[in-house]
């Protein structure tokens, strides 16, 4: 390539150029060009160390030293809370036990492999309740697989580009390398179902909620689509009346203050009239609505997730959902109703509708579609019998 003597472009990859002991050497590089050259100068430096048998005097760190000593004071700040708690979550599980006292530079992507190798056959706990051994315990999931891997390609890329340890992330892409044989990647690929109930089953559920603040906490998490995060930070100032929506630009991880997940997530969602009346039961003048006191916000609602399975499996669900898929039901109801994609897509601040369309797809063709103008008439078609309509509660307006 002009302007650079050594490097020549081969369609998607960058060939480097060099010499030693009078001979041509060259090597392929995935990347850019900035890469190419970071390749190609690290390389003749290593050859005039061998010619004048130079030691290198620049000892790599180990894993565990890198992590200590500059991942974790200078780069893991910088990450989001819940990032954070899952990169130190296969840190201490995997990553640590496995490569903690192998430099970084030592690590390539045939150890690599064999740790995924050895996780595929590695039980998900290490010990048994009670005497009898079971041997068939479930292995790791093939997510937590994929996260481990993740974890531990992006901090060896900042080893690489910011601290310059490495002339290249040595594990890029080993997840999307299919062809490979022997790689047991089958398992990391699954597909991501969607999980919902059908409305009886949905209404059976919800009448067996033993607590009424617990019911309307699902009702709102099924018929406005707000996940957890944003659910419990929620505030009376993100209602806006007048235009009938709920205003989404936070959300709280472990009562830390933050942002929704990706910025398409912050958005508007219309509110159902069930839902209107059970905000409008909670609001206050100022604060968090799903709160004791308006001012202290609800943690990681371990215990209301509880009562939300116990619930379900009264009811009779045989395949209970999690907390999360109450925002598959959401989407599943917008379905049923007749709501064009694009305002799916809208309403459940997905990227665009396309995306909406590739998850959920499947439901479009399988689910009877009644038009209707609000998605909670499809489960109470005169109301909700669990949210009560006196005093000053109005219908809100059209969507």
């Given amino acids: 390539m002009r302007g650079d003597t050594g490097i020549r472009r081969h369609g998607d990859r960058w060939q480097v150029y060099w010499y030693e002991r009078g001979r041509r050497r060259f090597?392929?590089?995935?990347?850019?060009?900035?890469?190419?050259?970071?390749?190609?100068?690290?390389?003749?430096?290593?050859?005039?160390?061998?010619?004048?048998?130079?030691?290198?005097?620049?000892?790599?760190?180990?894993?565990?030293?890198?992590?200590?000593?500059?991942?974790?004071?200078?780069?893991?700040?910088?990450?989001?809370?819940?990032?954070?708690?899952?990169?130190?979550?296969a840190l201490v599980n995997h990553l640590l036990p496995a490569f903690g006292s192998t430099p970084v530079d030592e690590i390539s992507k045939a150890t690599v492999q064999k740790l995924i190798a050895e996780k595929m056959e590695q039980q998900r706990f290490d010990y048994t309740r009670g005497k009898n051994p079971r041997p068939d315990r479930p292995t790791l999931a093939g997510k937590t697989i994929k996260n481990m891997i993740a974890t531990l390609s992006s901090i060896l890329s900042a080893a690489a580009e910011d601290y310059e340890l490495l002339a290249r992330n040595p594990i890029l892409g080993?997840?999307?390398?299919?062809?490979?044989?022997?790689?047991?990647?089958?398992?990391?690929?699954?597909?991501?179902?969607?999980?919902?109930?059908?409305?009886?089953?949905?209404?059976?559920?919800?009448?067996?909620?033993?607590?009424?603040?617990?019911?309307?906490?699902?009702?709102?998490?099924?018929?406005?689509?707000?996940?957890?995060?944003?659910?419990?930070?929620?505030?009376?100032?993100?209602?806006?009346?007048?235009?009938?929506?709920i205003v989404v630009t936070r959300a709280l991880y472990r009562r830390i203050p933050g942002v929704p997940k990706t910025e398409g997530s912050e958005g508007e969602v219309p509110i159902c009239p069930t839902v209107r009346r059970i905000l409008q039961r909670n609001a206050r003048d100022v604060g968090y609505i799903f709160s004791i006191d308006g001012v202290t916000p609800l943690g990681d609602g371990t215990w209301i997730k509880r009562q939300w399975q116990a619930a379900q499996k009264r009811a009779g669900i045989r395949t209970p959902i999690s907390w999360h898929d109450l925002r598959h039901q959401f989407v599943s109801l917008l379905i049923a109703a007749g709501k064009h994609p694009k305002q799916i897509a809208a309403w459940a601040r997905h990227t665009d509708a396309g995306f909406s369309m590739k998850k959920y797809g499947h439901l479009f063709d399988s689910m009877p579609i009644t038009p209707i103008e609000w998605w909670d008439d499809l489960l109470w078609p005169t109301g909700c019998p669990h949210v009560p309509t006196e005093g000053n509660v109005t219908e809100g307006v059209g969507p």
């Fill in 27 to 89: 090597e392929t590089v995935r990347g850019n060009l900035t890469l190419a050259r970071k390749v190609r100068a690290q390389r003749i430096l290593e050859a005039e160390r061998r010619r004048h048998d130079l030691p290198d005097r620049r000892r790599a760190p180990t894993l565990r030293e890198f992590v200590e000593n500059s991942w974790r004071p200078e780069i893991a700040v910088t990450l989001s809370a819940s990032t954070r708690r899952a990169y130190e979550t």
């Fill in 174 to 245: 080993v997840l999307r390398e299919r062809r490979r044989r022997r790689f047991p990647t089958r398992s990391l690929r699954t597909k991501p179902k969607v999980h919902h109930l059908e409305p009886e089953d949905f209404k059976r559920a919800v009448a067996a909620i033993k607590r009424d603040d617990v019911r309307q906490m699902v009702l709102v998490a099924a018929l406005a689509g707000l996940r957890w995060g944003e659910q419990a930070a929620l505030r009376v100032e993100d209602l806006n009346w007048r235009r009938n929506r």
